[in-house]
């Protein structure tokens, strides 16, 4: 039941965060990204709520969840990197993990109702990497988005060490299994105020 509880208040948080960004929609790619992003996972957190109230499958949408965060998150970060080598380090990144995951569905086309641990593995670990470039670039550059890139690195590693762990705590201990997803919602609701302190701190005004 907290944990139902903590998921709403995650949602509720995320619903307003795309409406404020939203107000906020100027010229600049980059917000325009992101706020890309706010609306599809979103979308993605509607439509799989929907379908576990009404007892229909949705871990299939895990799929669209993982692979369209990896896609938008890295055109956001390669709009946001002035140096070509840490674009064309994105843009590598971007090509492997694609094919990678392309190649395996191909081999394994079932794995698209099941859960794909290589990835989450991958697209997670990668918008890390380029988190982890980005922090690296404000040591001597005045830099943007500093909450929200905060709060892509603390969300992402954590959670991918959860799904990671996840795996092998169901299987022996359930009680351990249900502390660790009640610990995910909670870095989900402080991803998400992390990004509304973005908003509230560099978009308010205008």
Known sequence: MTEKIILLVGGFIL????????KTYPKRISLKIFTSYLFIMLVIQIISNLLWYFKEENLYLSHYYFILQFILLSLFYREL???RKKKRIIQITFFVVMSVLGIQYINTPSLYH???????????????SFSVLYFYNSLTEKMEFTYVNSGIFIYLISSTLIFCSGNFTNAYDSSLD?????????????????????????????
């Open 114 to 128: 099941k859960f794909n641990l290589l990835e989450i593995v991958l697209t997670s670990l990668s918008i890390v």
């Open 15 to 22: 619903l307003v965060n795309t409406i404020l960004y939203f």
């Open 81 to 83: 990197f002035i140096d």
């Open 178 to 206: 249900k502390i660790l997803w009640l610990f995910n919602s909670i870095l989900f609701v402080v991803y998400q105020i992390l990004i509304f302190m973005e908003w509230y701190k560099n978009y308010r005004k205008t």
